[in-house]
Structure formats: C-alpha cells, structure tokens
C-alpha cells in the first residue's frame, strides 16, 4: 500500500509513503524527479506498533530534511562536474 505526500513549492520532490503488511513496516522513501523519473534519495523505515500522528510527522520531516540534503548535493556535483570538459594526462 502507498501512499505520495507532495512538497509544497517543490514539485521536483515528493515522500513516498509505503506499508508492508507482512513485515509490519512502514518506509518513507524521499525521491526526485530527475530527469523525468522519480528516484529514491533518502529512507526511514519504523515498525507499525509505536506509529502515531506525531511520530509520522516527525519521520515526514526527517525524510523531507535527508531527502533535501541529498539533493543539494547532487545540485554542487552536477555543477562540479559540468565544469570538467577534458581531462589530460601527460606522461613523462
């Protein structure tokens, strides 16, 4: 069962929200839209039994804070990285 919690002003992220019934587990996986497909950034998974109102909201903050994280990293090594055109090797 899933379940897609939208970030307000931020439509390139999104959390994921996803229950395992068998294991009694819920994930919430932080994913961005790179290049026109959704990919996994960031997970907090927590056992079903001590799940509350609060404790989901702490664990959607704490996903949407890893998620973000990661995400500006990428941003600082795309744009390292652009940056490299050729790399040459003299050889003495």
Do not use: A, C
């Amino acid at each position: 069962m899933n379940w897609i919690v939208k970030i307000d002003g931020k439509p390139e992220l999104r959390i994921l929200v996803q229950y395992n019934p068998v294991l009694g587990k819920v994930s919430f996986i932080g994913e961005f839209r790179y290049k026109s497909k959704w990919t996994e950034f960031y997970t907090l998974e927590h056992n079903l039994y001590h799940l509350d109102s609060e404790k989901i909201n702490e664990f959607l903050f704490n996903t949407y804070n890893g998620l973000d994280n990661r995400v500006n990293v990428l941003k600082s090594l795309h744009e390292k990285l652009d940056k490299i055109n050729l790399i040459e090797i003299k050889e003495d």
